[in-house]
T-cell receptor, first 111, second 114 residues
Framework: QKEVEQNSGPLSVPEGAIASLNCTYS??????FFWYRQYSGKSPELIMS????GDKEDGRFTAQLNKASQYVSLLIRDSQPSDSATYLC???????????FGSGTKLNVKP | GAVVSQHPSRVICKSGTSVKIECRSL??????MFWYRQFPKKSLMLMAT?????????EQGVEKDKFLINHASLTLSTLTVTSAHPEDSSFYIC??????????FGQGTRLTVV
């Protein structure tokens, strides 16, 4: 499935830095966008959802959506070692009731 | 967030037997549930979309006769791996979507076929 593309990483950032995770999608009918965090051997957990163009902030996390460019990103401010995980971008195409995931970007936050 | 319970978390079965995995939304009604498969260090692969009261929609390449999905109620979907073989060994994860369109995941089931 190539509906959602992510750089697999790993992305390494020092503790306290901003981590920037990117995702592109192919279906212009996509309506909802999500970021999930997955620790090794565990199920994904929802971090952020975004539905309209622009930025959405929640604590240290900011999701950015640009539908014209079919691009969604996640910024993590003041990165902590506990943020080290794989981050999955998910896209929903409601017309087809599809919920697709990117391959995930592995983030390493170094103390 | 909402709670989705998946059971069992781990199962080991003999080749040729069938295994049923349950996915329950505990505090919300889920008209749609999704079943994924994940290989080590790989992404989630959507297997099928399960809609309450109707047949599941399978992704291309997924054998519907091998992976039987039942969504009999608004809170329960089951995935049965029939005549399991070692190549079916994987991490299976369900997710349920609430009325706001948010999807929450079960804990996953680690299936090992020996």
């Amino acid at each position: 499935q190539k509906e959602v593309e992510q750089n697999s990483g790993p992305l390494s950032v020092p503790e306290g830095a901003i981590a920037s995770l990117n995702c592109t999608y192919s279906d212009r009918g996509s309506q909802s966008f999500f970021w999930y965090r997955q620790y090794s051997g565990k199920s994904p957990e929802l971090i952020m959802s975004i539905y309209s163009n622009g930025d959405k902030e929640d604590g240290r996390f900011t999701a950015q959506l640009n539908k014209a460019s079919q691009y969604v990103s996640l910024l993590i401010r003041d990165s902590q070692p506990s943020d080290s995980a794989t981050y999955l971008c998910a896209v929903v195409v409601y017309n087809f009731n599809k919920f697709y995931f990117g391959s995930g970007t592995k983030l390493n936050v170094k103390p | 967030g909402a709670v989705v319970s998946q059971h069992p978390s781990r199962v080991i079965c003999k080749s040729g037997t069938s295994v049923k995995i349950e996915c329950r939304s505990l505090d919300f009604q889920a008209t749609t549930m999704f079943w994924y498969r994940q290989f080590p260090k790989k992404s989630l692969m959507l297997m099928a979309t399960s809609n309450e009261g109707s047949k599941a929609t399978y992704e291309q390449g997924v054998e519907k006769d091998k992976f039987l999905i039942n969504h009999a109620s608004l809170t329960l979907s089951t995935l049965t791996v029939t005549s399991a073989h070692p190549e079916d060994s994987s991490f299976y994860i369900c997710s349920a979507r609430d009325l706001q369109g948010l999807a929450f995941f079960g804990q996953g089931t680690r299936l090992t076929v020996v």
